[in-house]
């Protein structure tokens, strides 16, 4: 069991708010506060280019943090991590860094974040692929029998999310890698909502790429997770080069550093990759395996209590949707049951949750999501689910 209590402790604003916008982004523990904070206060300088102490203990710290991620995701070392702005960049980066030509195909689901169908799109406006979408059941789990029969020789690349930040309903990767690799196409995961609840290992799932954000894993903002088999990284091309990313250069010629420093050019966010490794820390001292198992009785709770009251997306059974409540109701917009649950202190995100791609297919202008973490309690659970009724009698 986890002890919830000493939990709260160390968060800020967790007694001043039900926050149940986790699935956005996670509240920060002063364990990762402190260690921002330490940067500035101790080794507020440029990491990789000075040999000096100062920028020798940053360096030690960034090192510490990629090696923090790669043990986390069983990573075969860290030149297998490249650090990013966030999730969004790491797509960009392999949609704009492989070699993809016209025609070549790009298979992803029809649920998929903004984030991942974006940099598709505009692959397929700027270079001539294709783009295509495999259709989900009507509860939202996924269709792998017409996965496979959308698989071709056209098919270069599967983009698909892990855990949808929607419904939290998670695809089979590991079939769905093997099934890529069988028709020689690549396989890139989007484990945005997955990697921060639950243990997820690029090894066992066979990944190509995956990519995620630290800011919803208790991390400081502006640090994203590029995953990339080593060989792989080889035949990437960065975004960006300059400062850091280069090995040597004439006034006609550049070399460029071997991952992951060829792709972290220019001065990083090193406050930010300071927190990294303390909150990758304080998630394994709980265990991946409790947060989901905490997140999904949450979610039972919920569910159990709702399911009569409101239109829930998605499967109904809680299991498959991890530690997300997305739900609608007929007499108020989701934007307004937001705003009246806020004067009850509870946050909620109300709208399209960066799916309007679903949304809009759907007919819906949106949902009201409630997703949970390690430090939410039943008690919170109970507010929300007066709180709702209460409005909707």
């Known amino acids: 069991m986890m002890d919830i209590e000493r939990i709260r402790k160390d968060f800020p604003l967790v007694d001043e708010y039900i926050y149940f916008d986790n699935a956005c982004l996670t509240l920060k523990p002063y364990q990762v506060i402190e260690a921002v904070k330490e940067y500035y206060h101790r080794f507020p300088v440029c990491a990789g280019r000075s040999s000096h102490t100062l920028s020798n203990e940053l360096n030690r710290r960034i090192s510490s943090a990629r090696d923090s991620i790669a043990s986390l995701i ?42 991942n169908l974006a940099p598709w799109l505009m692959l397929k406006h700027e270079r001539g692929t294709e783009h295509h979408r495999v259709p989900s ?27 949808s930040n929607l419904d939290g309903v998670t695809t089979p990767a590991r079939e769905i890698a093997r099934i890529a690799h069988d028709h020689d196409a690549l396989f890139l995961l989007d484990a945005a909502q997955s990697v921060p609840h639950r243990s997820v290992d690029v090894k066992e799932l066979e990944v190509d790429f995956m990519v995620f954000s630290v800011h919803k894993m208790l991390g400081p903002t502006g640090v994203g997770i590029l995953y990339g088999r080593e060989e792989l990284m080889n035949e990437l091309k960065p975004m960006v080069v300059g400062g850091g990313s280069i090995r040597n250069i004439s006034y006609d010629d550049i070399t460029l550093q071997p991952s992951p420093a060829r792709f972290e050019g220019g001065l990083q966010n090193y406050a930010s990759l300071c927190g990294v490794k303390a909150a990758v820390d304080y998630l394994l001292d709980i265990g991946m395996e409790r947060i989901e198992r905490h997140e999904v009785e949450l979610n039972r709770l919920a569910t159990r209590d709702l399911k009569d009251v409101v239109t829930i997306l998605g499967p109904e059974d809680p299991e498959l949707r991890s530690g997300i409540f997305n739900f609608n109701v007929d007499s108020l917009g989701c934007h307004e049951i937001s705003l009246l649950l806020e004067e009850n202190r509870i946050l909620t995100r109300g709208g399209m949750q960066c799916v309007h791609s679903w949304y809009n297919k759907s007919g819906m202008d949106g949902g009201t999501r409630v997703s949970f973490y390690l430090y939410n309690t039943i008690e919170e659970v109970k507010v929300m689910v007066d709180s709702l009724v209460d409005l909707l009698a």
């Open 137 to 163: 059941f009507a509860d939202g789990t996924f269709d792998i029998e017409a996965f496979e029969d959308m698989m071709g020789p056209h098919v270069k690349m599967v983009s698909m999310v892990h855990t």
């Open 74 to 115: 069983n990573a075969k070392g860290p030149g297998e991590v490249v650090f990013t702005k966030n999730a969004t960049e790491s797509i960009n980066l392999v949609a704009r860094g492989w070699d993809f030509r016209r025609g070549d195909m790009v298979l992803s689901t029809d649920r998929e974040h903004n984030s």
